[in-house]
């Protein structure tokens, strides 16, 4: 074995003779290092090239045994280095004191060079183990986390093109799900710690859900016949009807999804929630099944508010987009009636980042002059 390739073993004790002693012993089998001081023992064990295993006297002056035993194991860094006591204390207390900091290993003087030897090989074999174990425990948590990303994102791809097939038979409503999506976002961080909301947007994980699944609010379109999709005047009783169907048909086409998936994922409950309720009214009167108040799913409350803001300020077959400010107003005085009132006055708060969201995600001709009204309001923010 080369010197390269043989362990490390550090030894620590402030008296000259016993260091030379035991590196004698150690030196054919292990490369040596030696430290006359627990300072110094710490130094080498947080350096770029620490040691396999520390062999540890514990009187020692200003710093003793039992506080560089505390120290190595309170680093990450040093904490897996094992550490084998090497004393003159012979008493019970001491040994066990010994085991509570963490060492895990406990020789008593005067020396015996068998049992040195044989406990060193056999914490060194253990140490080996345990390295290999954490190395491959790392590359199977890196392998997790690559296959979770490539998951999400496939998911994500699926998601926007599902959304995308509904969207784009409507040639007038091109970003219209990038711009809900992100409102929806950015009314549930800033309900998050509402008393109301709270509960449900309780962690990162479910508003990344929300903004996963927001896409797929109208995916029920791709039901809807293009004679009425499309028609650029006011719709016919029965043609309301029909249209008002898409919240009923998107809901089933997530239901069919998770019976073949065979398990339930929170996404597509969200997404079951927001497509089934985004059109139904805080008093009432909205549709499919005349939800009110707080019986409606706060993902549904909360793309109604993103939902009705956009389709104010976007282009349609039918109408010509408004103004931000008559948008806003709007939604002012849907407070109560169709939205939420905590939700309208959250939206109220953040109607400038709603606006500068319009303005990024611009699709349209009509369109383009708020994109180039978000670029100036960057530069002015910047500024």
Known sequence: MTEVQKPTILVVDDTPDNLKLVSGLLRDNYRVKLANSGEFALEIAQSAFPPDLILLDIMM??????????????????????VIFLT?????SDETKGFELGAVDYITKPISPPIIMSRVAAHLAMKKMQDMLRDQNHFLEMEVQKRTAEVDAIQDVTIHAMASLAETRDRDTGNHIRRTQHYVKL??????????????????????????????????????????????????????????????????????????????????????????GHQE???GSGYPQGLSGDNIPISARLMAVADVYDALISRRVYK??????????????????HFDPDMVDAFIYLQHEFRIIAARFADSDADMARKAEYIAISITEKV
Not at 88 to 92: C, R, T
Not at 320 to 326: A, D, Q, T
């Open 320 to 337: 010509l987009g408004m103004s931000h400010e008559k948008a806003v107003q709007i939604i002012k005085e849907g407070r109560g009636t």
């Open 88 to 92: 003159a204390k012979v008493e019970i």
């Open 187 to 276: 009314l549930a961080e800033k309900l998050r710690k509402h008393p109301r909301f709270c509960v449900f947007l309780d962690d990162d994980h479910t508003i990344k859900m929300l903004f996963k699944s927001a896409p797929l609010h109208d995916i029920g379109k791709v039901g809807i016949p293009d004679k009425i999709l499309l028609k650029p005047g006011r719709f016919e009783s029965y043609e309301f009807e029909i249209m008002k169907s898409h919240t009923t048909l998107g809901r089933n086409a997530i239901i069919q999804a998770e019976k073949e998936l065979g398990l339930e994922v929170l996404f597509l409950s969200l997404a079951k929630e927001i497509a089934y």
């Open 61 to 82: 002056p200003e710093m003793d045994g039992y506080t560089v035993c505390f120290h190595l194991k309170a680093n990450p860094k040093t904490a897996h280095i094992p």
């Open 281 to 283: 009214k805080w008093d």
